[in-house]
């Protein structure tokens, strides 16, 4: 029935036409069951985003009551729902409170990451209409990076997997060095250095273009889909010095990092960023309902109050913007995040996860590095790690142990940019669980061992 009905997003059609779907019925905490029956610690949070974990009656228990009470409410021609407003405000004191950004000001609501980056993309080609500076519309974006699928979206994603045959990135969306130390110094290049080269290539591409038409520079504080690359050594706080320097709006895409991932509660606090712009979803509802939230400082949202008498009305926004069952469902997860201490348990079990993956993956010849902050770590293979020697080109090593991985009882997600294994779990995973999913994916990779061998010919 699926092969004969249902399109898959992000796979291989041929694949799934051959093989068939992987099927799951039933998820309680961190564990998931597929069709089968088959039993699997989910390392991945579904999409980096389950981070209360599966089953939650609080959440579900929210969502009906929302339902019976108010199906529905747009937020169109001023009209609101007491939820929406309420989570509005409270987002704005968290964001205020835990990750010092007092200057943060509106939150708009959307239904996706992917939307809500493009909500941040015309807002700020708006922005820039109403204070007169029409030429400045060009984004600057970084390769490696994700921001979503949608057409603005996609553009500014920075992996060109995600282009290919799309006719992508639009005009207008440019992409500067990945920041990735690791993968991307040169020999004996110290990590202050390799942030500098940076720096240095947002400055040269600034200039070549004119910083005139530039409108922002959009950045995730850990690169999560491209391969959980943390930020070298000084690197935002440099970046954020050359796009004052230049009336450069900066967008923090915190779809990822937000709501704990990181061990704190935005990565806007972890790294002392200083956004225009915030992008926000997965973490929000925890998945258990589709909804994103872009939050704006002031310097944006003082512009379009002032025009706005003048301009006459907001001409952006969606069906489900703001959607009440959402609403409740984020506030619901907002609790139970509180209440358990999901984002201290990110900071206090986020060194377990990379202790336990570094101590039973030591010493493999093809695993390159193991790297992470908070509940997000990436492992990253090579041939030779001596040497920097990559795999042959699409041989995709780390496709092969994420399916022996899966065949051990562990899901990992395989990452699209550099052959990187990525372990997001729900925040409200134990140590157990940890230990756990850690033994089955060294047992894996052992397994997936000799077909990594053979791929080197």
């Known amino acids: 029935m699926d092969r004969n009905s249902l399109f898959h997003a992000v796979s291989s059609l041929s694949d799934v036409m051959k093989n068939g779907p992987a099927i799951y019925s039933q998820a309680e905490g961190v564990h998931l069951r597929n069709h089968a029956g088959k039993d699997f610690i989910d390392m991945g949070a579904g999409l980096w985003c389950v981070n209360v974990g599966y089953g939650r009656d609080e959440l579900a228990d929210a969502a009906a009551q929302s339902m019976k009470k108010l199906s529905f409410q747009h ?149 999560g889909t491209g391969g959980v690359f943390l930020p070298p050594e000084g690197y935002f706080e440099k970046i954020q010095a050359v796009l004052d320097r230049h009336d450069i709006l900066l967008i923090a895409d915190e779809v990822i990092t937000g709501f704990g991932r990181t061990g704190q509660w935005f990565g806007t606090g972890t790294y002392k960023l200083r956004p225009d712009i915030v992008s926000l979803a997965k973490g929000l509802t925890s998945a258990y309902f589709p909804m994103s939230a872009s939050i704006v400082s002031n310097r944006i949202w003082s512009v379009l109050e002032a025009v706005s008498e003048k301009n006459g009305t907001f001409m952006h926004g969606f069906t489900y913007s703001g959607h009440p069952v959402g609403c409740a469902v984020a506030m619901a997860n907002l609790d139970v995040i509180e209440r358990e201490d999901l984002v201290g348990n990110s900071a206090r079990l986020g060194p377990h996860l990379l202790g336990a993956l570094k101590n039973r993956l030591a010493g493999h010849p093809y695993v390159a590095d193991v790297r992470g902050v908070g509940l997000m770590v990436g492992v990253e293979f090579m041939a030779d790690r001596a040497t920097r020697k990559s795999f042959p080109e699409g041989s995709a090593p780390h496709k092969i142990v994420a399916r022996h991985a899966a065949q051990k009882g562990v899901l990992t997600r395989a990452l699209p940019f550099v052959p990187v294994n990525s372990f997001s779990p729900p925040l409200s995973i134990t140590a157990a669980d940890i230990d756990e999913a850690a033994d089955r994916y060294a047992s894996a990779l052992t397994a997936a061992t000799p077909e990594l061998t053979a791929l080197l010919g």
């Open 75 to 223: 937020l169109f021609g001023g009209a609101a729902s007491v939820s929406a407003i309420e989570l509005a405000d409270r987002l704005l004191t968290l964001f205020r409170e835990k990750a010092a950004a007092p200057h943060m000001a509106r939150v708009f609501f959307g239904t996706s990451g992917s939307d809500a980056n493009d909500t941040a993309y015309k807002l700020v080609r708006y922005f820039n209409n109403m204070r007169g500076l029409p030429k400045k519309k060009k984004f600057i974006a970084r390769l490696g990076a994700y921001h979503g699928l949608t057409h603005a979206s996609s553009s500014l994603t920075g992996i060109s997997a995600y282009h290919k045959d799309f006719d992508q990135p639009i005009e207008g969306v440019l992409h500067t060095s990945c920041p990735h130390y690791f993968g991307f110094s040169n020999a004996g290049e110290t990590e202050v250095e390799f942030t500098d080269r940076m720096v240095a290539d947002l400055e040269a591409l600034i200039a070549k273009e004119g910083p005139e038409t530039i409108a922002a520079f959009i950045a995730e504080p850990v690169m």
